[in-house]
């Protein structure tokens, strides 16, 4: 049986739409139509740009025609996380700070993405300015997760990781400080990539920390996500911290199997770090199936992997507060709870803490360096240490911690993947995570499109219409 157009892969979709098959308008009406049925249960979206994104897939239509395809996001329908600037289109950070403003450009990666035929279909909720938890006097509705509503869709990009994995678009972007697009993937089972620091600019993306900040594709498959990354990638000199290196294809090494590979895993620090049994037994038999696959697996271990995630946070919530001290200070009824007392917290801070933290950020970086130059070709864990959480814990422990399994990668700037890896209780997503060495996002897709064709978790979607 053919899927639903909501359902099509970015890949399958691009065929059809290339072969005359397939209308980028049809495709836009039947992702519209999804929304109207289903974002009431969700929650996805703060703003609906319908008429713009039917108006863009009738030029889209029109410019294919005439033989001006421009490759495979032309007539695409996608959304953005609500800190992506949008010229003309309110731009919220899921907050009472930014309810109504309107900004007057775009970001970088919006016109990218543009620029590659991909049609917006609107804005995407998040966890306020992409670190608060969904509290009580949040501007919008908070985003629910499309295999139970019950529970969180993850955060801070729960709108993007909801909204893909419902079938109201083919893709969305997402940021990532410490794990905000990697845990929506996780809880979602989907695909989402965190690249290497600078690798996509984050021009008019709304800062949480800019050491630390991270934009990327969200998906439901690899392939996906290699088409997303590979029009968001490269120089911007709006953008003091875009890397200059080049943009190589991401796709290269997909089909290329992981047989010779050697894969590190981190043991000790996965033995340290709580997870649920269930998520353990998920993660062995995935190390199983990239075994079986040819894969060597190489245990390793350093201290700073365990410490990253506190240490990682005093950076976080340093350069947070400093973003956000004045509005604080003018304002504070304007944030919820949970992100005014995350903020707040940095003011108690010392230099000699901060300093503390930025020596193990220099010595990890040192020691994944060594890891890779040593012949170990990418990491794999856990991609969160349990099932989502539900809406109810959350709004009940609104300064709980989260980024054990992730922040490290956001302290190293390294590239790092997230990937569907089964279900655990309640039939809620797990998350396996790849890493590589900065710059080689293609490895990583490598390994992810052979675990991903080895096993069927990215094929099953939510059971939302029965909720």
């Known amino acids: 049986m053919h899927a639903p157009l909501h359902y099509l892969t970015i890949t399958e979709a691009a065929e059809r739409i290339r072969a005359g098959s397939l209308s980028p308008v049809e495709l836009v009406q039947a992702c519209l139509d999804r929304v109207a049925a289903l974002d009431g249960k969700l929650h996805a979206f703060i703003t609906l740009t319908a008429e713009q994104a039917l108006a863009q897939a009738r030029t889209a239509h029109e410019e294919i025609r005439a033989g001006r395809y421009r490759g495979p996001l032309h007539?695409?329908?996608?959304?953005?996380?609500?800190?992506?600037?949008?010229?003309?289109?309110?731009?919220?950070?899921?907050?009472?700070?930014?309810?109504?403003?309107?900004?007057?450009?775009?970001?970088?990666?919006?016109?990218?993405?543009?620029?590659?035929?991909?049609?917006?279909?609107?804005?995407?909720?998040?966890?306020?300015?992409?670190?608060?938890?969904?509290?009580?006097?949040?501007?919008?509705?908070?985003?629910?997760?499309?295999?139970?509503?019950?529970?969180?869709?993850?955060?801070?990009?729960?709108?993007?990781?909801?909204?893909?994995?419902?079938?109201?678009?083919?893709?969305?972007?997402?940021?990532?400080?410490?794990?905000?697009?990697?845990?929506?993937?996780?809880?979602?089972?989907?695909?989402?990539?965190?690249?290497?620091f600078g690798r996509v600019s984050v021009n008019g993306v709304l800062p949480l920390a800019a050491s630390l900040d991270h934009v990327g594709p969200m998906t439901r498959t690899v392939r996906?996500?290699?088409?997303?990354?590979?029009?968001?990638?490269?120089?911007?000199?709006?953008?003091?911290?875009?890397?200059?290196?080049?943009?190589?294809?991401?796709?290269?090494?997909?089909?290329?199997?992981?047989?010779?590979?050697?894969?590190?895993?981190?043991?000790?620090?996965?033995?340290?770090?709580?997870?649920?049994?269930?998520?353990?037994?998920?993660?062995?038999?995935?190390?199983?199936?990239?075994?079986?696959?040819?894969?060597?697996?190489?245990?390793?271990?350093?201290?700073?992997?365990?410490?990253?995630?506190?240490?990682?946070?005093?950076?976080?919530?340093?350069?947070?507060?400093?973003?956000?001290?004045?509005?604080?200070?003018?304002?504070?009824?304007?944030?919820?709870?949970?992100?005014?007392?995350?903020?707040?917290?940095?003011?108690t801070q010392t230099d000699a803490q901060l300093q503390e933290a930025e020596a193990v950020r220099v010595a990890l970086k040192r020691k994944y360096a060594e890891l890779f130059a040593g012949g170990v070709d990418a990491i794999v864990s856990v991609g969160r240490e349990a099932i989502s959480d539900t809406m109810a814990a959350l709004s009940g422990n609104p300064t709980a911690k989260r980024g054990g399994c992730t922040r490290m990668y956001n302290v190293s700037g390294l590239p790092a993947l997230v990937m569907p890896m089964g279900f655990g209780a309640h039939g809620m997503p797990l998350g396996l995570q790849i890493a590589a060495d900065r710059f080689r996002e293609d490895r990583i897709y490598q390994i992810a499109a052979a675990y991903e064709a080895a096993t069927d978790w990215t094929s099953r979607h939510p059971p939302i219409e029965a909720q």
């Not at 950070?93 to 309810?99: C, D, G, I, T, V």
């Open 224 to 347: 996906d996500n290699v088409l997303m990354l590979q029009a968001m990638a490269g120089h911007d000199p709006a953008d003091p911290t875009s890397a200059e290196a080049p943009v190589p294809d991401f796709g290269q090494l997909l089909g290329a199997g992981v047989r010779g590979l050697r894969l590190g895993v981190p043991r000790q620090f996965i033995a340290s770090n709580p997870h649920d049994a269930e998520c353990i037994a998920a993660f062995d038999e995935a190390l199983r199936v990239l075994r079986e696959l040819g894969a060597t697996l190489v245990d390793f271990d350093f201290p700073e992997i365990g410490l990253s995630a506190d240490l990682g946070t005093r950076i976080l919530i340093a350069e947070a507060y400093a973003y956000h001290r004045e509005n604080l200070d003018r304002h504070p009824e304007k944030f919820d709870r949970s992100l005014r007392e995350r903020l707040l917290a940095a003011a």
């Open 75 to 196: 007539g695409i329908p996608i959304a953005h996380k609500d800190i992506v600037c949008t010229r003309g289109i309110r731009t919220t950070a899921h907050s009472n700070q930014l309810r109504d403003w309107v900004p007057d450009a775009d970001a970088t990666v919006y016109t990218r993405l543009q620029a590659a035929g991909a049609i917006s279909l609107g804005k995407l909720s998040l966890w306020e300015f992409a670190y608060g938890n969904p509290g009580e006097t949040v501007a919008f509705a908070p985003a629910r997760n499309p295999w139970n509503i019950a529970y969180s869709p993850g955060g801070s990009s729960s709108g993007s990781g909801a909204a893909v994995s419902a079938g109201l678009c083919l893709g969305a972007t997402g940021t990532d400080t410490g794990g905000s697009i990697r845990h929506p993937a996780a809880v979602c089972g989907i695909v989402g990539m965190k690249p290497t």
